[in-house]
């Protein structure tokens, strides 16, 4: 990415199939990952860096218990990294004193520091703009061209959203508030909700679904998904996509929000080394163009193109506000979407 862009319930080790509890021993030359990314995504990351390294992964994939499980395994845990997505999920191994910082020269030339944590706790892998959808036949693109506009009375019954409550929204939210103070950013919100056709839910994919059926001519969805849609081999998903128009928000002034996935250090780590290596064989070109290729998302990396569809899409302006900074109004920005009750 440049300055302009351009559950498992079970336990999965890739190649090897162990219990819930991992045995703290392991072998010097292997890593031990905790992910909340699906399977499929990672494994042929790992085979090269096992390949290109000699040091083996093992994978524990659970899409939803990683912190409680980290919480509760303490200093015993197993686990060297975690794989995680939203800056939600990595603010929140901050909270809870899971994860310890690392900094090495390969990792902070290949991440930009607004896709970090200031003190090396977690690390950005790849990122998503939460962009603004429209209907192709009904809405002009230039419309619609911030986030601010979806407060206009114009839109007035014509807008679809997943719950406020959703982790995406919620760092939406989070960002509005970093710009514009809480008073602003909840007059906004009102005027979201005064505009929205049906009550938030379902997916970000839903969204486009209901775009697409005429329930509404606008929605909000973070770009993999369009990606995926585009890409994968389903005929009525593609014919949703297509149906849209994409916009990047707020191209002339901050920039679109973005949201990323991520990793960190666990505190436990027993094999650090080999876990640093990992971290940083992520950052680098190759790991860079297949992650992000994997989920239709944009290499963190700046010195890394993005791929296939997404470089289709073109350039586009990021929000260069640190996320970091963006998690720290998380809080306020649940307190809100409970105060204006949005999903009600």
Not at 21 to 34: C, D, H, K, R, T
Not at 123 to 134: D, E, M, Q, S
Not at 221 to 247: F, H, Q, V, W
Not at 317 to 332: I, T
Request: with cysteine.
């Amino acid at each position: 990415m440049k300055k302009s862009f351009r559950h498992l319930a079970s336990t999965l080790i890739f190649g090897t199939l162990l219990s819930t509890s991992l045995v703290p021993a392991m072998a010097a030359e292997q890593v031990n990952i905790y992910s909340f990314r699906q399977p499929y995504l990672m494994q042929p990351i790992l085979e090269a860096f096992t390949k290109e390294t000699g040091i083996k992964t093992n994978v524990v994939a659970d899409g939803t218990g990683i912190l409680e499980r980290l919480k509760r395994e303490g200093l015993n845990s197993p686990a060297d990294i975690v794989l995680t997505v939203d800056i939600g999920n990595l603010s929140e191994l901050v909270k809870a004193n899971v994860a310890q910082p690392v900094k090495t020269e390969t990792l902070e030339q290949n991440i930009p520091a607004q896709y970090r944590d200031p003190n090396g706790i977690w690390y950005g892998l790849t990122v998503r703009a939460r962009n603004i959808f429209v209907a192709t036949d009904r809405v002009k693109p230039d419309e619609i061209k911030s986030y601010e506009d979806l407060a206009d009375p114009k839109w007035k019954g014509r807008i679809c959203t997943r719950s406020g409550k959703h982790p995406y929204n919620v760092a939406l939210v989070a960002s509005m508030i970093a710009h514009h103070g809480e008073k602003e950013a909840e007059q906004w919100l009102r005027g979201l909700k005064a505009n929205l056709a049906q009550k938030p839910q379902g997916a970000d994919r839903a969204q486009l679904k209901a775009l697409k059926e005429g329930v509404c001519d606008v929605a909000i969805m973070n770009s993999y998904y369009y990606g995926r849609m585009l890409t994968e081999d389903n005929p009525e998903e593609l014919a949703i996509a297509k149906a849209a128009t994409m916009i990047f928000p707020n191209q002339e002034d901050r920039g679109a929000h973005v949201n990323l996935s991520g990793m960190a250090l666990t505190k436990s780590a027993p094999n650090k080394e080999n876990a640093i290596k990992l971290m940083e064989y992520l950052s680098k070109p190759a790991a860079q163009q297949l992650y992000a290729q994997q989920n239709s998302e944009y290499p963190v990396n700046p010195a890394v193109e993005p791929s296939g569809v997404v470089a289709s899409w073109g350039d586009f302006k990021a929000d260069s506000l640190p996320l970091a900074e963006v998690a720290k109004h998380r809080e306020a920005a649940v307190r809100l979407l409970d105060k204006v009750d949005y999903d009600g």
